[in-house]
């Protein structure tokens, strides 16, 4: 509960991981689930093989934990969340056992940032990355804290949890307010063990966004909160298979253990997902309903990764899908899913890609399939009849910020959101697109993510629920969510941003979409013509511009370490002539 676990823990989990190779143990679980056994005295490892995931999720009735056997002990290495973040970050490290950003305890390293995770050095008091203040406020107020020094809390953070515990309740009562979910039980989710780097997907993010409103007077106050209640079986098996649900809840018997390097569970974990899958299912059907206006889901896990039948990405259960069921279950006859978030949602992709009743969006990061999890390129269109019914726009580097993402929108959102007319409208959410995150590495603002929820909520008649997916840098997730809420309450946006220029970059990206879906969105075809009329000629310009560069850059390799080093970088590019002038 405190998140300890016995200081021979990890000890025992390298030699266990040594050892499994040769018969002697394994410490891989159903599905491939990388398990720490739970320390009760009843717990017991045997090298017993041949048992069935039925078989083991039957025994789960018993007394004792079940033997625990790898269906595959290794499979390839795939990129993972934490791969990219090494990479970004120049992190040294071969384990992908566990999530290990640093290479290990370092003696200098004394602090981590508390709004962004990073590591820094005893003798600093701002965070070298953020600058946010060592023993900063955010958790007590939100981003109304200064980051820049300590202040006296005006929240203490679990009065924060009470009172929006207090407030919820199970029925309600107003079609003109906006619900929001939320339960303090999803807080007990989080990394058993103690690693030499925080887990980005923590508690604190929840924890931020809490404070936020309750300093604004927000939640609660002009929302409503409503009680959390668990999905159930048969609910969880209309989006993920048997299979899948049965693996998450088999967490539920082990004190810490892995589905992927980086998507950890503990002993609290399938019940934060059910409580999460069940806030939005019953915030989609309410809000359907009439029940409310609109909502938002305060949830996590994140679910966006996680497809019919694995878990990845720090999500379990894919609570976008859920809602999206639950409203159509309600009545809803088609249903809209935009995923902004940083990180394209190949588990919701999965999941939609042969349902004509669900359009699935996604803007994302993607360059040509490096970053992670490497699905979504453009022609990702869906199938099996419903080729058109999934838009993928992704983002070929880095950096991406309000102008790109709101030009992407007026051009390729909204056009094809209105032909296709939903009757019900879910927001993927992640914040990870923000300015500041760590592990997205974008510049969307609270007023380009305000903006754009403006922008959908006149879809669906205003019938919108707003679902949190990512976001780790919890000064960026808390003011974002916090602006979006406001829209959904009736604000306006901060600022306008209707008169966006796009990168060169980010354009070539709309491009290529309509070139792809106007296939199936003929209205597409118009606008297409009239950006390339707009901005045609500055693209073959840019083009010509790297033609030349490439030209002048060819020197034969040899010149580099011979006599002609210098020839060699004067036409490389390296080095510049300048003729003086007389």
């Known amino acids: 509960m405190d998140g300890k676990a016995e200081n021979n823990l990890h000890d025992q989990n390298d030699q266990i991981l040594l050892e499994g190779f040769n018969g002697q143990h394994e410490n891989v679980g159903l599905d491939g689930i990388n398990a720490t056994p739970c320390s009760d005295e009843n717990c017991r490892e045997e090298n017993t093989s041949g048992t069935s995931s039925r078989d083991m999720a039957d025994n789960l009735n018993g007394s004792m934990l079940p033997d625990i056997i790898s269906k595959r002990v290794r499979q390839q290495k795939e990129m993972t969340l934490e791969d990219m973040y090494n990479d970004q970050y120049d992190y040294d490290d071969d384990d992908d056992s566990d999530w290990e950003p640093l290479p290990g305890p370092t003696a200098v390293i004394r602090w981590f940032c508390v709004n962004c995770t990073m590591a820094n050095q005893d003798d600093v008091v701002h965070c070298d990355i953020c600058g946010e203040h060592k023993e900063s406020g955010i958790l007590m107020h939100g981003f109304f804290a200064s980051p820049f020094s300590q202040e006296a809390g005006l929240i203490d953070t679990d009065s924060v949890v009470e009172r929006c515990k207090d407030s919820c309740s199970p029925n309600l009562t107003s079609n003109n307010s906006t619900a929001v979910g939320f339960d303090e039980r999803m807080l007990l989710h989080s990394e058993v063990e103690m690693k030499s780097h925080p887990h980005p997907e923590r508690p604190d993010r929840l924890r931020a966004i809490a404070a936020s409103l309750t300093t604004a007077g927000i939640f609660p106050g002009k929302c409503y909160p409503i009680l959390a209640r668990e999905i159930t079986r048969e609910e969880l098996q209309m989006v993920h298979s048997l299979e899948h649900v049965e693996t998450v809840e088999l967490t539920s018997r082990i004190l810490s253990s892995y589905f992927t390097p980086d998507t950890y569970a503990n002993e609290h974990s399938a019940l934060a997902a059910r409580l999460a899958a069940g806030l939005c299912a019953d915030l989609a059907s309410a809000i359907f309903s009439g029940r409310a206006k609109n909502g938002f889901a305060l949830v996590r896990p994140p679910g966006h990764h996680a497809g019919v039948s694995q878990a990845m990405g720090f999500c379990l259960h894919n609570n976008a899908a859920v809602a999206a069921l639950a409203s159509q279950v309600s009545g809803a006859k088609r249903v809209l899913i935009v995923d902004w978030d940083v990180h394209h949602g190949n588990g919701t992709q999965e999941i939609f890609e042969q349902n004509k009743s669900v359009l699935y969006i996604s803007l994302h990061r993607h360059e040509g399939g490096n970053f992670y999890p490497g699905t979504g ?78 922008m959908l909520n006149v879809l669906s008649g205003g019938k919108l629920l707003v679902i949190l997916e990512g976001g780790y840098n919890l000064r960026s997730i808390s003011s974002s969510a916090t602006a979006v809420i406001k829209v959904l309450l009736g604000e306006t946006p901060g600022c306008e941003l209707d008169n966006c220029l796009p990168s060169k970059a980010g354009l070539r990206t709309v491009l290529e979409v309509l070139k792809i879906q106007m296939n199936f969105w003929p209205t597409l075809a118009s606008t297409l013509t009239k950006l390339e009329s707009e901005w045609g000629s500055c693209l073959v310009e840019n083009r010509k511009k790297h033609t030349k560069k490439r030209r002048r850059a060819v020197a034969p390799k040899p010149w580099k370490w011979g006599r002609k080093t210098l020839l060699y970088q004067l036409l490389s590019g390296h080095l510049r002539y300048k003729s003086k002038r007389i």
Request: hydrophobic residues 40%; negative net charge; proline residues 6%.
């Open 377 to 454: 390129a453009s022609h990702e269109v869906g199938s099996m009849g419903a080729e058109g019914y999934c838009v993928n726009i992704p983002w070929s580097r880095g950096g991406v910020g309000d102008n790109d993402y709101i030009f992407a929108f007026q051009h390729v959102v909204l056009p094809i959101a209105s032909e296709f007319a939903p009757d019900f409208t879910i927001i993927s959410a992640g914040f990870d697109a923000a300015r500041g995150d760590p592990l997205g590495c974008c510049d969307v603002t609270p007023a380009g993510f305000a903006k754009m929820t403006d």
